[in-house]
């Protein structure tokens, strides 16, 4: 198998369902093409460059996989059919993916993100700036 990154733009103007909708429509060709979908990232919508089709704004969507170049085909055919589709990007990263070390690095990668917890400042902080003290060394 190869691995694979591919970027795609739906219409802005489409409700959040359809957009749900299509990701999950283009989510199991990779999987039923024999392929292994390791991230998908949605960046949200975002106003286009220039306009594209009458218009200003796409969502935007980011699938990191593993497949054949067949899945490619399968999958970039399916993207030129769908009308809420309006760019795509697919681009091969490597010509080999051991498909269990990738998924593994995913994970810790996932486990080593910072939780939202940790970037609150410390409670002796946060009393200290009520009280209207500086924090010492030892309290940062």
Request: proline content about 5%; hydrophobic content about 40%.
């Given at each position: ?80 059919i769908d009308d809420r ?56």
């Open positions: 198998m190869r691995h694979y990154e591919s970027v795609w733009v739906v219409h802005g103007d489409l409700p959040d369902e359809e957009v749900k909708s299509a990701i999950d429509k283009f989510s199991k060709i990779i999987t039923s093409q024999g392929g292994v979908l390791f991230k998908l990232e949605e960046w949200g919508r975002r106003k286009l460059a220039y306009k594209i089709d009458g218009t200003l704004r796409g969502y935007y969507i980011l699938m990191d996989f593993a497949g054949t170049p067949t899945t490619v085909r399968e999958l970039e055919r399916n993207y030129r589709v309006i760019r795509y990007l697919t681009v091969k990263k490597a010509d080999k993916v051991d498909v269990a070390a990738r998924q593994a690095e995913i994970a810790a990668q996932a486990q080593a993100a910072p939780a939202p917890e940790a970037e609150a400042p410390p409670a002796a902080a946060e009393e200290a700036a009520e009280a209207g003290e500086a924090p010492t060394a030892e309290e940062e």
